[in-house]
């Protein structure tokens, strides 16, 4: 079968997701929320997988990382500490024509990437040589020392200097005033300097992609915190916060869990849960939603260890992605040479969506902002007494411990695993067209272990199967199914990713074997009733990812 590009297989997941119970629109009868959805009954199964596996990598298998489960509503003063209430803004822009609201830094990103697109005439050497040129200018932007990158329109600037001569002369132009389009965007960004966010947009002829006109009113920050009323609906009530975060409850409750589990730094506290942000650029399916789940790691550290174990977690994140099976080019790390103000290491998992190379997990060392900010706001100490001894012998002592964390999205590795698995196979012969639609999950992840089919409705078929799945049902989530032909079954269990498929026949009746189906090579074979467990069970086993 032809290769589908990549917009036509993004748009079949996104219809085999609706078409198998994964994922529906949230309040779909009245046309849908913008960027909220619903998990159907094999979505909310893989969700729960995935969940699964995160929590048996990070809380099982470290005995120095418990879970918690903290509430979703906050004391808002949470949020103050955090720096969200001043500082979670995006930079939006609004066409006058159109009507559309825009953040103004991706509307510069997409003019940026419109021209290192040119890149692409670039020889391979010399595209390594680019960005290796680009890291260089981009970290001296960062350390705000690129007040000197002068815009695209002077004529003599220092990236035409010798240095970096690129034979690709007519491309090299048009890369060139990307990057410096970058640089600036990066300096007005750290400087929130708005009106020179509006003035890139205007120099650089930024149009609307809806009405096509620059018409653009000024740039203004709009918070992406949802708030609420706490309390009575009269006056008195307090503003309080749908967490745009997980990791602020974490945060609140280091000292609790330090100390009723006599936890030794350094350990982490994980946690699963909700969070809220009203992006205002939502799109790509449940790629950037309102409503969303985080999986998230805190792990505290001693100051001066902080560099250590973020190369840690940056390797032991990554391993967990890869063991999937997944294939490694499809990941990559993206170093942040743009860091948060309160981290001092920060990198991107990124997975190549069809749309692109996009962020599915944070790996930040965060300092002891975080906790030292709580500590001031809160009025209360967080910090851990550490008696081991240090290399002259004396206790650490006091001290607000550094925190790395790890960030990783739900439903952005929900719609990478079902991206990766989803598969239209061309299984035509000579004589017969035929294909199948496959979701090829880790057997693990797969909503049901196992399907059983009798045969056909008679002869005590359909009894012989029932007994077989009640014993399986208690260690596999199975599913029975009695209609249609035999080969459909097999179908539909492929396209929601069933890694066996048992059929129960008349010989099963005088020998108690069955035929076993395996999903992938569609190879069966004939096997004992009484040895389903064990092939089953130590194909869908945590350990095939674990160990
Ligand atoms: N505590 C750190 C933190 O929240 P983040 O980079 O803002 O960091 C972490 O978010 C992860 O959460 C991202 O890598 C992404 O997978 C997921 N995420 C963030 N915003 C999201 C949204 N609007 N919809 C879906 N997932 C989102």
Redo the contacts with the bound molecule.
Sequence with gaps: MAQKNNDEQFKNVISHAKEYGFVFQSSEIYDGLSAVYDYGQLGAELKNNIKTYWWKAMVQMHENIVGIDSAIFMHPKVWKASGHVDGFNDPMIDNKDSKKRYRADQLLENKIDELYSELANFSAENKAKFEEFQQEILGLSDEGQASWVPTFKDEETILDHAKYPFVEEASWRFVKKGLTLEVEMNLALKSENLAQLKDLIVDYKVICPISKTSNWTDVRQFNLMFSTQFGAMAEGSDEVYLRP?T?QGIFVNFLNVQKSGRMKIPFGIAQIGKAF?N?VIARQFI???RE?E?M?MQFFVRPGEDKKWFEYWKEARLKWHKALGTPPEKYRYHDHVKLAHYANAATDIEFEFPFGFK????I?SRTDFDLTQHQEFSGKKMQYFDNDLNEEGKPYGNYVPYVI?T???L??MFLLTMINAFEEQDLSTEDKQDSRTLLRLHPALAPYKVAVFPLTKKDGLPEKAREIMDTLKFDFNCIYEEKDAIGKRYRRQDAVGTPFCITVDHQSLEDNTVTIRHRDSMEQERVAIADLGNIIGSAVSWKTLLA
């Design positions: 975060e990791a942000r992006e790629m950037r939603m969303f985080q998230e962020e599915v997990e944070g930040h964390e960030s990783i999205g439903d952005r």
